[in-house]
């Protein structure tokens, strides 16, 4: 584990709300770069499944969104901190992660090479698995 490499900082994962945060950067749009999901746009933002090839892409080779970041859609899924629940009934009001009951499976946000158009929208969220 990183942890167990460097005792100066504590590594985790994101949780939801840190990731969905990152992602909009200073947008309050269902996608970074807007509310429409125009073919040409997601060219611009995001590998996705009809554009990928069937396959993940270097880093930085789309735009990225309004604070710098490259690929917080598409391209490779992004696991967060907390575990895996079908709604947000439930969860911390702070953003903290969400971290019981423990379940096989944590979060993953942003999408993938193989991701449908429509799952790179900031706020789509996959049960996903360990």
């Known amino acids: 584990m990183m942890n167990d490499l460097d005792n100066e900082f504590l590594y985790r994962l994101p949780t939801e709300a840190e990731w969905e945060y990152c992602c909009r950067g200073v947008s309050a749009t269902r996608y970074y770069w807007g509310d429409n999901l125009q073919d040409y746009m997601i060219q611009h933002n ?4 009809f554009i990928s090839g069937g396959e993940t892409h270097p880093v930085a080779q ?3 969104n309004s604070w710098g970041l490259f690929d917080m859609s598409g391209n490779v ?6 575990w895996s629940h079908f709604n947000y009934d439930g969860a911390p009001s702070d953003g903290s992660a969400w971290e019981s009951p ?6 993953i946000r942003g999408g993938s090479w193989n991701t449908e158009p429509a799952g790179c929208r900031s706020a789509f969220r996959d049960p996903g698995s360990n």
């Open 102 to 107: 423990i379940t096989s499976d944590r979060i």
């Open 62 to 64: 789309k735009d990225p």
């Open 46 to 49: 995001a590998w996705f499944k």
């Open 77 to 82: 899924n992004e696991w967060c901190q907390d």
